[in-house]
């Protein structure tokens, strides 16, 4: 079962937050060798995906002290026309398993200065 962690950031705005991830001892989990990919939908069914972030792209990156990094750049944030979404982080290891690691949703204030 995957963790949940909620989201809020404010549109045309660069937004960074960086996740730990510990396992059931408290340790560390290291997911550096993984491809990682999160998506933004408005429900989980819908067909459309709002925003891709992703290792490949580089909006999902690992810290040295093992954090996850997950960056929404204003340039990106700006287009959101949603202020409300559901997402979840996939992780492929070099084995090709799969395993979702967290889920959740986020929220996307507009902006009033433009």
Same mark, same amino acid.
């Given at each position: 079962?995957?963790?949940?962690?909620?989201?809020?950031?404010?549109?045309?705005?660069? #937004? $960074?937050?960086?996740?730990?991830?510990?396992?059931?001892?408290?340790?560390?989990?290291?997911f550096?060798?993984?491809?990682?990919?999160?998506?933004?939908?408005?429900?989980?069914?819908?067909?459309?995906?709002?925003?891709?972030l992703?290792?490949?792209?580089?909006r999902?990156? #690992?810290?040295?002290?093992?954090? !996850?990094?997950?960056? #929404?750049?204003?340039?990106?944030?700006?287009?959101?026309?949603?202020?409300? $979404? !559901?997402?979840?982080?996939? $992780?492929?290891?070099?084995?090709?398993? #799969?395993?979702?690691?967290?889920?959740?949703?986020?929220e996307?204030?507009p902006?009033?200065?433009?």
């Amino acid at each position: 079962m995957s963790a949940t962690y909620n989201i809020v950031l404010d549109a045309n705005s660069d #937004f $960074a937050v960086y996740l730990q991830f510990k396992n059931c001892n408290g340790e560390i989990v290291d997911f550096s060798t993984c491809n990682l990919r999160m998506q933004l939908r408005t429900r989980a069914n819908s067909p459309t995906v709002l925003d891709e972030l992703s290792t490949d792209n580089g909006r999902l990156s #690992f810290e040295d002290d093992g954090k !996850v990094r997950v960056f #929404f750049p204003h340039d990106i944030t700006r287009d959101y026309k949603f202020t409300h $979404a !559901v997402y979840d982080i996939l $992780a492929e290891d070099s084995n090709g398993f #799969f395993t979702r690691i967290l889920e959740g949703n986020v929220e996307a204030r507009p902006e009033v200065t433009r």
